[in-house]
């Protein structure tokens, strides 16, 4: 994939308590309008491995609202690649898609539902061919850990923290290695449980690492109403939307720390927008039919 803009500009945000300390935000969801955020730099180096070593097809993995499905379909279109998405939960074969999967089915990507038993083994239902290319779910192998090590730049070497949410934990993982001397990585994971088994561990630098587990409020694609309210007030303070799988997650965790005193006055941090505004309509359709609050998309 050709690198799109050199740089992204960080944003100041606003965050309840934050007069004490300094809030930044690095807009990656400006990236791109379909490969956003992190996922252009977990894709970028694995479809150049995948050129070089003559693929074919892109065989990944992800669930019902997964940003990287969305941006890997889109991406091997781009490319040229035909491309395979293994989606957790067989029952979603038979359902009306969601905007995630149609997007991804738009994008010439097929797919294939396999139970969350098989799915949880990340083993292919079928049998490769050696013209594919397999790329793990959220680009978690080594090329995605050596395309986030390039989302920072030396003009975020200023601030004292990162913070990032973490999902597969490969972004957190490239970002470890990618701090400044002074620099502390805050990851946010989006998951509920133990993380022991994460690809997070088998990449990150975690000595330089501080992991915060109880801000997954609920558990990863929960949205309780805290959450919605969280994100509605954050835009309209703040004038651009947060994903409701990721981003608002990090942010409310985030806020909750500002406002508890965990950061010195005078503290700057800069915090990472993955992108993944797309799982809003989807989320929004499964609030709207349990008669919840929804996400608000236009000020």
């Known amino acids: 994939m050709a690198f799109l803009p050199t740089e992204i500009k960080n944003q100041c945000v606003f965050l309840p308590g934050c007069d004490r300390v300094s809030v930044s935000m690095k807009r990656l969801d400006l ?3 379909v490969v956003s955020g992190n996922k252009f730099f977990k894709l970028k180096y694995n479809l150049e491995a995948a050129s070089k070593m003559g693929a074919k097809r892109i065989v990944t993995f992800g669930g019902a609202f997964s940003n990287h499905i969305a941006a890997c379909a889109y991406a091997c279109k ?15 074969e038979f359902q009306e898609r969601n905007a995630t999967l149609r997007f991804a089915e738009s994008c010439g990507m097929q797919l294939q539902f396999v139970s969350r038993e098989i799915y949880s083994q990340k083993q292919l239902p079928f049998k490769a061919a050696p013209t594919d290319f397999i790329i793990p779910e959220g680009g978690a192998n080594e090329w995605g850990v050596h395309g986030c090590r390039e ?3 030396e003009s975020d ?5 990162i913070a990032v949410s973490l999902g597969t934990g490969i972004t957190a993982a490239g970002l470890s290695h990618a701090l400044f001397p002074q620099q502390q990585l805050l990851v946010f994971s989006a998951l509920k449980g133990a993380l022991t088994d994460s690809d ?3 990449f990150a630098d975690a000595k330089r690492c501080r992991l915060f587990e109880q801000y997954h409020c609920g558990g990863y694609a929960k949205c309780p109403p805290e959450l919605v309210h969280f994100i509605n007030d954050f835009y309209k303070q ?22 508890n005193g965990f950061f010195k006055d005078g503290a700057k941090i800069l915090a990472i927008h993955t ?9 929004n359709a499964r609030l709207k039919a349990n008669g919840l609050l929804e996400i608000q998309t236009e000020l």
């Open 31 to 33: 990236w791109h309008p």
């Open 78 to 92: 781009s490319a040229g690649f035909e491309s395979v998405g293994i989606i957790r939960g067989e029952e979603l």
């Open 151 to 153: 989302i920072l730049s």
């Open 157 to 161: 070497s200023t601030y004292d923290y």
């Open 200 to 202: 997070f561990f088998t």
């Open 238 to 259: 703040n004038g651009f939307l947060l994903d409701p799988i990721y981003t608002g997650k990090m942010m409310f965790g985030l806020g909750d720390l500002v406002q």
């Open 275 to 283: 992108g993944g505004l797309q799982a809003i309509s989807g989320m």
